[in-house]
Antibody
Framework: QMHLVQSGPEVKKPGTSVKVSCKAS????????VQWVRQARGQGPEWIGC????????KSSQRFQGRVSFTRDMSTSTTYMELSSLRSEDTAVYSC??????????????????WGQGTTVTVSS | QTVVTQEPSLTVSPGGTVTLTCASS?????????PNWFHQKPGQAPRALIY???NKYPWTPARFSGSLLGGKGALTLSGVQPEDEADYYC?????????FGGGTKLTVL
């Protein structure tokens, strides 16, 4: 069974940073790409960025460039997303997703087949 | 900033067929955008249905199919079931970055 388990809810003050973790199991973590997505209440998902686990290379949406970073710990199969300079508009559920079936299904490296349970981040003074 | 556009809402009768589309502000959607489709029910995470235009996951019901149609990505549901009522999102790739569509609220009535 493929799983992504995320860290718990966070309440942060404007201007501070938040770091969310995402622990993988049940698939080949080192061959995967982990994407990060957020969803504000009543809104659709918004792509934040990703990390290619094997190489550690990252990409992010222009909207977040300079404010977001992604890291991974191969020893614990965990990826991290850190978002800085938080503002109230960053209040959302943050989710990780991965191509767990990459290498199993042809072309599945271009999908997001396993999702974390989401982490609620609330930014409030 | 690239915008991906979907129909805001569609209604279909049980047993009917409906096609949802996914357009890009940059022009024609092609297989190089690797269209993905997800559905999401209230309080749940999105669930993947289709990847790379038309490929299904082991859990994807046979009534769902993905394609390219008229310069857009498309998701067709044939023989719609009441449980298909959900929000549907497409996801397109642009040179290593991804953009979600705004979503289609599908009502089965």
């Amino acid at each position: 069974q493929m799983h992504l388990v995320q860290s718990g809810p966070e309440v942060k003050k404007p201007g501070t940073s938040v770091k969310v973790s995402c622990k993988a199991s049940g698939f080949t973590f080192s061959s995967s790409t982990v994407q990060w997505v957020r969803q504000a209440r009543g809104q659709g998902p918004e792509w934040i960025g990703c990390i290619v686990v094997g190489s550690g290379s990252t990409k992010s949406s222009q909207r977040f460039q300079g404010r977001v970073s992604f890291t991974r710990d191969m020893s614990t199969s965990t990826t991290y997303m850190e978002l800085s300079s938080l503002r109230s508009e960053d209040t959302a559920v943050y989710s990780c997703a991965a191509d767990g079936l990459s290498g199993v299904l042809p072309g599945a490296q271009n999908g997001l087949d396993v999702w974390g349970q989401g982490t609620t981040v609330t930014v409030s003074s | 900033q690239t915008v991906v556009t979907q129909e805001p809402s569609l209604t279909v009768s049980p047993g009917g067929t409906v096609t949802l589309t996914c357009a890009s502000s940059t022009g024609t959607v092609t297989s190089a955008h690797y269209p993905n489709w997800f559905h999401q029910k209230p309080g749940q995470a999105p669930r993947a249905l289709i990847y790379a235009t038309s490929n299904k996951y082991p859990w994807t019901p046979a009534r769902f199919s993905g394609s390219l149609l008229g310069g857009k990505g498309a998701l067709t549901l044939s023989g719609v079931q009441p449980e298909d009522e959900a929000d549907y999102y497409c996801l397109l790739r642009f040179s290593g970055t991804w953009v979600f569509g705004g979503g289609t609220k599908l009502t089965v009535l």
